[in-house]
Every structure is written in C-alpha cells, then in structure tokens.
C-alpha cells in the first residue's frame, strides 16, 4: 500500500527551505525539493523560457509519476513552488486531478519582504513567478477537492518566531508526530539541493529557523529613499493581488 504524500505548496522567499530542511532532519520521509520546477523551467511543457529545455522529459505526469513511486516505500514530503503547476490543476491523472493525490498544505509570507526578496534575486520576475496567484489558485482548488474542508495553512514569520509551536500544529494537523529535535540541524548543502543550491546559501549557513530581521528604520523624507522600497516601485497593483491572497490565507492559518 501506497505512503501518503504530504506537500507544502508556497511562493518563492517564504522559508519553504528552512521547513524542507526540517523534514530531512526527521529522517522519516523521502524529501523531494521542488519537482514541478523541472515541468515548469526546462521539460517541453515548460512556462518560462528562463533556462534551456535541459530535462524535456519532466513532463506533469512524468513528475507525478516519480513521487508516486516514491511513495510505494516511505512517506513523501515535497516543498514546491505552487506556480510550478500553473496549467496542471484540475488535469486528471490516474483517474483523480493533480492535488487529489496529495496531502496539501500552504506556507505564505507577507508579500511585501517576500517580493523584495525575489526582486534582489530575479530583478525580471514575472506576475506568475511571485506566486501568490497560483498559490490562491491551489488552495481554492485544495478546498474543492476536500469538499469544503480548509487545507492547513502557516505562516511564514510565525514559523520564524515560534517554530516549535507552529510545526507542532502543522504535525498534528497532517497526522505525524512532532519531533522538537529536528527544529535544529548541521550547517551544510544536502543533496535534494543539486537542482536549485544557488539559492539555498542562508539555509545551508543556517543550523535552525532563523527569526525575522527587526523591521528597516525610517528614513526621513529628506535623504535618500530606501532602496529595497524601490525594487517595488513598479509592482504595485501586483502587490496588491499578492497581499489580497496572504490576507485570505493567513486568516485560517494554524496557531493563530
């Protein structure tokens, strides 16, 4: 009989990294960083012409195909970027849609630090690469296939600040037990980073959950502006979807 495959669906910069890195502490699930980005960046049913085809093959069902079998031997736990799908939901496989075959659950952040942190990194990001309207797009469909029910939903600063509580409820909610001494760990790349290491450095530096940075100060309007205010500048209706989407989903968020 088939393990359960538990996803965390999120957006990018939302210490989705630092969660992962915690369920490969456990030692008790197969942890799969990221599959769909495969599909989504470089198989022949790629979104983005970001990078080159270099994995054609990776194909939705191919990768679905994949963490199933994963399945057949141990629990699974997959942290991905919901965007990664957009396009694949509501798509039949194996006689049930894509999300009916896993356990889904929602990290978000206040979109604000998570955008600005993506804009340092992808200056040329896209709508669809911030995330957050796929990311209401499978959690509207998660809802749907649970036939009402609401899907397990964290925050991503109260998972900095409080990462012993809000794991704990995030365990107890998807039915496994919590283990405290895998909220810390041993500074260092771990395999299932190969495909995107680049942008795992904080993570791999890290050796626990890493409490938000105190807020910037003010300035006064007469120096200079602030420049991370300006990696923003031009995204402002953007943002606005983004923060309509975290308001909705941090309303049901656990340990509220």
Same mark, same amino acid.
């Given at each position: 009989?088939?393990?359960?495959?538990?996803?965390?669906?999120?957006?990018?910069?939302?210490?989705?990294?630092?969660?992962?890195?915690?369920?490969?502490?456990?030692?008790?699930?197969?942890?799969?960083?990221?599959?769909?980005?495969?599909?989504?960046?470089?198989?022949?049913?790629?979104?983005?012409?970001?990078?080159?085809?270099?994995?054609?093959?990776?194909?939705?069902?191919?990768?679905?195909?994949?963490?199933?079998?994963?399945?057949?031997?141990?629990?699974?736990?997959?942290?991905?970027?919901?965007y990664h799908v957009s396009g694949l939901l509501g798509t039949q496989y194996r006689?049930?849609?894509?999300?009916?075959?896993?356990?889904?659950?929602? !990290?978000?952040?206040?979109?604000?630090?998570? !955008?600005?942190?993506?804009?340092?990194?992808?200056?040329?990001?896209?709508?669809?690469?911030?995330?957050?309207?796929?990311?209401?797009?499978?959690?509207?469909?998660?809802?749907?296939?649970?036939?009402?029910?609401?899907?397990?939903?964290?925050?991503?600063?109260?998972?900095?600040?409080?990462?012993?509580?809000?794991?704990?409820?995030?365990?107890?909610?998807?039915?496994?037990?919590?283990?405290?001494?895998?909220?810390?760990?041993?500074?260092?790349?771990?395999?299932?980073?190969?495909?995107?290491?680049?942008?795992?450095?904080?993570?791999?530096?890290?050796?626990?959950?890493?409490?938000?940075?105190?807020?910037?100060?003010?300035?006064?309007?007469?120096?200079?502006?602030?420049?991370?205010?300006? !990696?923003?500048?031009?995204?402002?209706?953007?943002?606005?979807?983004?923060?309509?989407?975290?308001?909705?989903?941090?309303?049901?968020?656990?340990?509220?």
């Amino acid at each position: 009989m088939a393990h359960p495959v538990t996803v965390m669906w999120t957006t990018p910069r939302s210490r989705s990294t630092a969660f992962e890195r915690m369920m490969i502490e456990r030692g008790d699930h197969t942890v799969l960083d990221e599959p769909f980005s495969a599909r989504y960046y470089f198989s022949t049913e790629r979104r983005s012409a970001r990078y080159a085809p270099e994995e054609p093959d990776a194909t939705g069902e191919a990768v679905l195909e994949s963490i199933l079998a994963e399945a057949q031997t141990a629990p699974v736990f997959v942290k991905d970027m919901a965007y990664h799908v957009s396009g694949l939901l509501g798509t039949q496989y194996r006689g049930s849609e894509l999300l009916g075959h896993f356990t889904n659950t929602f !990290l978000v952040r206040e979109p604000r630090s998570a !955008l600005r942190s993506l804009a340092r990194k992808w200056p040329d990001f896209t709508d669809e690469e911030a995330g957050y309207d796929a990311l209401a797009g499978a959690f509207d469909r998660a809802c749907s296939i649970g036939r009402g029910s609401t899907p397990v939903v964290l925050d991503a600063d109260e998972l900095a600040v409080d990462p012993e509580r809000i794991v704990a409820a995030w365990c107890g909610a998807v039915g496994i037990d919590a283990m405290p001494e895998a909220l810390t760990w041993e500074p260092g790349m771990v395999p299932q980073w190969v495909r995107w290491q680049d942008w795992y450095a904080g993570v791999a530096a890290s050796d626990g959950f890493n409490p938000p940075a105190p807020p910037a100060a003010m300035v006064p309007d007469d120096r200079a502006p602030q420049v991370h205010d300006g !990696l923003l500048a031009d995204r402002q209706e953007l943002l606005e979807r983004c923060s309509h989407t975290y308001e909705r989903l941090a309303a049901v968020r656990v340990g509220r």
